[in-house]
C-alpha cells in the first residue's frame, strides 16, 4: 500500500503532472486498502469461527480471497504497464464519486 501512496501523493503535487498516473496509483492504493479491511475482517471472522471448529472450513476461502485479489491486482499492474486503461471494479467508481 506504501508504494501508490507514494506515487499517488507526489504526482498530485507536481506542478506537469499526469492525470493518468495519479489515477492509476490512486485507484491501486484504495484497491489494496480495501483488499487489507477485507482480509481483517475475513480473518477475525475465521478465527472467532475456529474457536468451534467451523471456522476451519473456512480457511480456504480466506486464502482464495488473497491469491484471488493478488492475481487480480497483478493483471491490472501488468495492463497499466502496458499502457492501456484499466479500472477496478467498484474502486474506479468509489474514488470519482
Do not use: N
Given at each position: 500500500m506504501v508504494i501508490?501512496?507514494?506515487i499517488w501523493l507526489l504526482e498530485r503535487n507536481k506542478s506537469n503532472?499526469?492525470?493518468?498516473v495519479e489515477f492509476h496509483a490512486k485507484q491501486a492504493f484504495f484497491y489494496q486498502l480495501?483488499?487489507?479491511l477485507i482480509g481483517a475482517?475475513?480473518?477475525i471472522?475465521?478465527?472467532l469461527l475456529s474457536i468451534i471448529l467451523?471456522?476451519?472450513?473456512?480457511i480456504p476461502v480466506l486464502i482464495l480471497f488473497g491469491m484471488a485479489?493478488?492475481?487480480?491486482?497483478?493483471?491490472g499492474?501488468?495492463?497499466?504497464?502496458q499502457g492501456e486503461d484499466f479500472r477496478y471494479i467498484y474502486v474506479a467508481d468509489f474514488i470519482e464519486a
Open positions: 501508490p501512496l507514494i503532472k499526469s492525470t493518468q480495501a483488499v487489507y475482517v475475513l480473518g471472522f475465521i478465527g467451523i471456522g476451519l472450513l473456512f485479489a493478488l492475481i487480480y491486482g497483478a493483471y499492474g501488468i495492463r497499466v504497464g
